[in-house]
Every structure is written in structure tokens, then in C-alpha cells.
């Protein structure tokens, strides 16, 4: 009786009711169904908040990545790709992830990356992803295909844009570069080397190791020359670099991609110039400025 009441099923009394059964069965109705009634109206906001609240989140985040201008695209958050969008934020870099897995999309929601849902090698997932207006892309799916594949649809929708690519295969760097890949590294033959070089040279690589942090004083940069900048056709003892800022110009690459390594004094600085710097966090902010004006 109790059960068909609740539900409001109505099925008719099991058995005559007394008078008091009657009075008990009118506050059971205006209590049980209250509550029942309740509990169900409960759950249902629930679930349509929830989802309300999702669809909003995910049209703020879409909204958010339309704004976004010359920033990066990683198309994989494996281990390694999760690595380089750590490193990028960290760097002040603003970051767009794509992944298709589940389980990584939920880890990027809740480390609050920019990312889009889908297979990087779709046109209209890089084009949410907002490629035309990106920086750079870097491809780090498990496969060297759906990388290559990654690769020429980036380089279609957006020729200028520069892109890394993963190879592990033997042959895939050739096929990655031919499909567009501005580089393409490997990181077996990359992790090989640095041990390598960490037996034969470990106070060269410390030292490698301690200029490319972030959280040191000491630091080396790369740093653009502007064509307007008052340093172009300074030779480099008289920019000032290493006398008012005490940097170390390490190299010089050309605009047309020569490379100057340890650079002599009287090597003229020219617009387009990419000065590779060491020194001091600060000092090179102060340089940054310099060849900006």
C-alpha cells in the first residue's frame, strides 16, 4: 500500500481501510510524495546544471581560443607533449592542445589548458584549434603517420606557420620534412645523446642545463633584431652589449640563415639578425628592449 502510494501508481486499496488507516494514507500521500517528488526534481537539476554548466564552459574556452594570436598548437599530450606545454606555459607562452583520449582531456581541463577534442589530423580541428593565426605547431602523436598527416594539413592551412614534428621511425624525418616539418626530432636519438654527452662532458651539460631554466638568474636567449632598432650597422663592440649590459653574444644567424659562432668584435649587428645571448635574466630583458627600438 505504502509503494503505490509513493508512486502514485493506484492500483486500489489491498485490503478495506479503516477510518484511521484512511487519515494515516492522507498524510503518507502529502508527506511520501512531497519528498519523493523532491528527491526527483533534485536529481533532474542536476543533471541539467551539469550539463548547462559544461556547455557553457566549452563555448568560453572556444571563445577564449578565437581570441588567442601568435601562440602554439600541440597536437599529442602524451608524456612528451604534456612536457612541451608545461615548458611553453612556463615561458609565458599562451598554449592550444588538441587530444582525442578521454582520459587526457580530462587531465587538461583540470591543469585549465586551452584545448580542443578531436583528431589533429581533421582541417576543422586545427582550424578551432585557430591555426591560421598560431605561432607554431608542434606534432607529438604516438605514430609517425598521424604525425605526417598532422603535418601536411597544418602546412596547407597555414604556409607560414613553423612547425616541430616527432619522428621515431627510420625514414620518417625525410617524409616529416618533405610534408612541410620546419624540424623534426627525435627523442631516442635526443636522450641518447644527452647521456652521452653527460659522461663525456657532464660539466658542459650542467651548465647547458642551468642556462635553460627558468627559475636562474642566469640564462640564454634569443633575441630578434628590429629593422627600426638603433643597433643595425653597429659592429658589435660599440652596441654596448657586453659593455653596459656585460652579455656574452654566443652567435649570430643571419636572416637569410648563415650562422656567426663566437662572433669577432668588429662582426656587424644587421636588421633581421637573431642574437643567441648568455648572461643575466634582467640584462637580457634590457637587450630585448634595446633591439626593439
Not at 108 to 126: I, N, S
Not at 274 to 291: F, K, P, W
Request: with cysteine; charged share 25%; net charge neutral.
Amino acid at each position: 500500500m505504502v509503494v503505490t502510494t509513493l508512486t502514485t501508481v493506484g492500483y486500489g486499496e489491498i485490503r478495506p481501510l479503516s477510518q484511521i488507516g484512511r487519515i494515516y494514507n492522507i498524510f503518507l500521500i502529502f508527506l511520501g510524495v512531497g519528498v519523493m517528488l523532491y528527491i526527483v526534481s533534485a536529481v533532474a537539476r542536476m543533471v541539467v546544471e551539469g550539463e548547462f554548466r559544461d556547455y557553457l564552459g566549452k563555448r568560453k574556452l572556444r571563445t577564449n581560443i578565437k581570441r588567442l594570436k601568435n601562440h602554439y598548437i600541440i597536437c599529442g599530450f602524451g608524456r612528451i607533449g604534456e612536457i612541451i606545454a608545461r615548458q611553453l606555459t612556463q615561458a609565458g607562452q599562451a598554449v592550444v592542445v588538441i587530444e582525442n583520449d578521454p582520459e587526457l582531456i580530462a587531465r587538461l581541463e583540470a591543469a585549465g589548458y586551452y584545448f580542443v577534442g578531436g583528431d589533429a589530423t581533421r582541417e576543422e580541428v586545427l582550424l578551432e584549434a585557430g591555426i591560421q593565426k598560431a605561432k607554431g605547431l608542434v606534432a607529438v602523436v604516438s605514430s609517425d603517420a598521424g604525425n605526417v598527416y598532422i603535418t601536411l594539413t597544418a602546412r596547407s592551412l597555414s604556409p607560414e606557420i613553423f612547425i616541430v614534428a616527432r619522428g621515431e621511425e627510420l625514414g620518417s624525418e625525410k617524409k616529416l620534412l618533405r610534408a612541410g616539418a620546419d624540424r623534426v626530432e627525435s627523442p631516442y636519438e635526443l636522450g641518447g645523446r644527452k647521456m652521452a654527452q653527460t659522461i663525456l662532458r657532464p660539466t658542459v651539460v650542467t651548465f647547458i642545463e642551468l642556462a635553460m631554466k627558468e627559475e636562474v638568474d642566469l640564462s640564454m636567449e634569443e633575441v630578434v633584431v628590429d629593422p627600426a632598432s638603433s643597433l643595425v650597422g653597429l659592429p658589435l663592440k660599440d652596441s654596448g652589449i657586453r659593455q653596459q649590459l656585460n652579455l656574452i653574444v654566443v652567435a649570430i644567424k643571419r636572416a637569410e640563415g648563415e650562422m656567426l659562432y663566437n662572433p669577432l668584435p668588429e662582426t656587424p649587428i644587421l636588421a633581421g639578425d637573431t642574437l643567441i645571448v648568455l648572461g643575466l635574466r634582467q640584462n637580457l630583458e634590457a637587450l630585448e628592449q634595446m633591439v626593439s627600438r
